[in-house]
């Protein structure tokens, strides 16, 4: 079955505590993405990557890290937690077909508070 | 600075009417559009997508109409059932070497029995 996971699904932390969140896809997609989702403000992009070893920022970078080591993993790193990153973060992946996302698979979500 | 708008938070139609859902956009090197919805608890799935070498993709009941000289698309449901009550995202890329994908703010469309 085609699908994206993301772990944990829930996680409430303190400010300052590093933690990271994984996704995996098994697809064989060459690009994945973060996202994170608040009220009023939609879906924004964090981070996305094109291939192994190759990612760039999204609209909302700031206090988030990614690595993309082998091809189906995404992690999203937050290095020292702040409580204005409290929200629901979506993985996605798909392959890229002309300008965009060829039918992008999105992961359950990852409810993140941060106290 | 928004660069995607979908400036209706909500809209709410009778099943079996037309549901028309607009987004626009300020960035004129935007080429490639999409539309995914989302159920609550759920992450977001695709829906249908448009080149901005086309005006119109249809699939099924699903159309989408782009307008480049407006900077506007816009999603038609026909006909609208309940099960299409859902938070619908607008999204936008430039495409070439640039790979990020920009997101409206979402509309809700409830569609009434």
């Known amino acids: 079955e085609a699908q994206v996971t993301q772990n944990p699904r829930y996680l409430i932390t303190v400010t300052g505590k590093k933690l990271t969140v994984t996704c995996s896809q098994n697809m064989n997609h060459e690009y994945m993405s973060w996202y994170r989702q608040d009220p009023g403000l939609g879906l924004r992009q964090i981070y996305y990557s094109m291939n192994v070893e190759v990612t760039d920022k999204g609209d909302v970078p700031e206090g988030y890290k990614v690595s993309r080591k082998e091809k189906r993993n995404f992690p999203l790193i937050l290095e020292s937690p702040s409580p204005n990153q409290t929200s629901l973060y979506f993985c996605?992946?798909?392959?890229?077909?002309?300008?965009?996302?060829?039918?992008?698979?999105f992961g359950p979500g990852t409810r993140l508070t941060v106290l | 600075d928004q660069q995607v708008k979908q400036n209706s938070p909500s809209l709410s139609v009778q099943e079996g009417r037309i549901s028309i859902l607009n987004c626009d956009y300020t960035?004129?090197?935007?080429?490639?559009f999409l539309w995914y919805k989302k159920y609550p608890a759920e992450g977001p799935t695709f829906l249908i997508s448009?080149?901005?070498?086309?005006d119109k993709n249809e699939d099924g009941r699903f159309t989408v109409f782009l307008n480049k000289s407006a900077k506007h698309l816009s999603l038609h449901i026909v006909p609208s059932q309940p099960g299409d009550s859902a938070v619908y995202f607008c999204?936008?890329?430039?495409?070439?070497?640039?790979?990020?994908?920009?997101f409206g703010k979402g509309t809700l469309l409830t569609v009434n029995p």
């Open positions: 960035n004129s090197m935007f080429d490639y």
């Open positions: 996605a992946s798909s392959l890229w077909a002309g300008g965009g996302p060829d039918t992008q698979y």
């Open positions: 448009i080149s901005s070498i086309k």
């Open positions: 999204a936008a890329s430039s495409g070439g070497s640039n790979y990020k994908l920009t």
